[in-house]
């Protein structure tokens, strides 16, 4: 995906501002299986992706949780560190060989100082970052297994070709067996 289409999916700026942006990142590639975040260390740059696709996770007893599952057009962050400059809980494993644009905190700090349009893009990231979230958050505690795997397939199919049931089911917040029971099951139905 295009850095310019990525960016403007976030919010549409004069070309002027986006030339500006655009300016200050630089694109990198990493191999699949690549973490482009640790838990316990402070990342403040912000990653848009290209190409690929990426996970969030954190151990819990002994197991990998995926909480967030980010393609072409989303934006890598640790928000904790982006924020507030701390260890983020989060790693982050690429899942396929990916090209990333990589865009620092600080030439993205000076940019909100000089140019506003580019100050009301970093708002509007920053409101949609938190509406993923509180729309995830609300999908877990209020939906079943079986209806978060539905509006999985019906908004990304093509995760279940490109990422590991495993995975697919720790972000669904079930097992790989209650995964495979739902597959099954809808498989039946006419």
Same mark, same amino acid.
């Given at each position: ?10 919010? *549409?700026?004069? #070309?002027?501002?986006?030339d500006k942006l655009v300016e200050r990142l630089s694109r990198v590639d990493y191999p699949k299986g690549y973490h482009i *975040? ?5 990342? %403040? ?8 696709? +990426? ?19 989303? %934006?890598?962050?640790? $928000?904790?560190?982006? +924020?507030?400059? @701390? ?12 090209? *990333?644009?990589? /865009?620092?905190?600080? &030439?993205?700090?000076?940019? =909100?100082?000089? &140019? ?8 509007? =990231? ?5 509406? @993923? ?8 505690? =209020? %939906? ?9 397939? @019906?908004?990304?199919?093509? $995760? /279940? @070709?490109?990422?590991? /049931? #495993? ?8 097992t790989p067996v209650s995964l495979s029971r739902i597959r099954a099951k809808l498989k039946r139905m006419p």
């Amino acid at each position: 995906m295009d850095i310019r289409e990525i960016i403007n999916k976030i919010y *549409l700026m004069p #070309e002027a501002s986006t030339d500006k942006l655009v300016e200050r990142l630089s694109r990198v590639d990493y191999p699949k299986g690549y973490h482009i *975040l640790e838990a316990g260390k402070t990342e %403040t740059n912000i990653f848009f992706i290209g190409k690929g696709i +990426v996970r969030a996770y954190i151990p819990v007893d002994g197991k990998e949780v995926t909480f967030w599952i980010g393609k072409e057009g989303s %934006t890598i962050v640790s $928000l904790k560190s982006y +924020v507030n400059n @701390q260890q983020g809980y989060e790693s982050m494993e690429l899942m396929e060989d990916s090209e *990333l644009y990589l /865009l620092k905190r600080k &030439d993205l700090y000076g940019l =909100f100082e000089e &140019d506003i349009h580019i100050a009301n893009w970093g708002r509007k =990231f920053a409101e949609s970052e938190f509406l @993923q979230t509180e729309e995830r958050l609300i999908s877990l505690l =209020f %939906t079943t297994a079986s209806e978060r795997y539905m509006k999985l397939i @019906q908004d990304n199919p093509e $995760l /279940l @070709q490109r990422m590991p /049931l #495993e995975c697919l089911a720790s972000y669904l917040g079930i097992t790989p067996v209650s995964l495979s029971r739902i597959r099954a099951k809808l498989k039946r139905m006419p």
